[in-house]
């Protein structure tokens, strides 16, 4: 009997979380609210073409964007900004830079980033994240 609700349980979560994620990848532009189009805005363009999964990572960060100090909100805002200059190609190479990223171990993860953060506090570095 245990097995069964259990089962029933998973199978609640699973259908709940999909149905979630359907609405979330079908979520336009303008059915945003205005607080999520504000901070949002810099993707505004690219918004409706998105991926399901960005925009789910996006909304969950607009959601939490309020709660960010103010160098945590201008860095968020930034990161926007850049990404939105880029190119279709441009993201999509940055995509699978990421992702040959995490497939490095985790302390060949960590001196690539110790070796950029030692050049972005090199004098004249204008690569500030």
Not at 71 to 78: A, D, L, M, P, Y
């Amino acid at each position: 009997m245990a097995g069964y609700r259990l089962a029933f349980l998973c199978g609640f979560f699973v259908f709940f979380s999909f149905d979630v994620f359907a609405n979330t990848s079908k979520l336009r532009w303008n059915e945003l609210n205005l607080q999520q189009q504000n901070i949002l805005e810099p993707l505004a363009e690219h918004w409706d073409t998105m991926e399901p999964a960005r925009k789910k990572k996006w909304l969950g960060i607009a959601k939490r964007y309020p709660k960010m100090n103010s160098q945590e909100q201008q860095r968020i805002q930034s990161q926007m900004q850049s990404w939105h200059a880029l190119t279709a190609e441009q993201r999509k190479q940055v995509r699978e830079r990421f992702k040959k990223m995490e497939q490095l171990p985790v302390e060949k993860r960590q001196e690539i980033k110790q070796r950029w953060y030692e050049y972005e506090q090199l004098p004249g570095s204008t690569q500030k994240l």
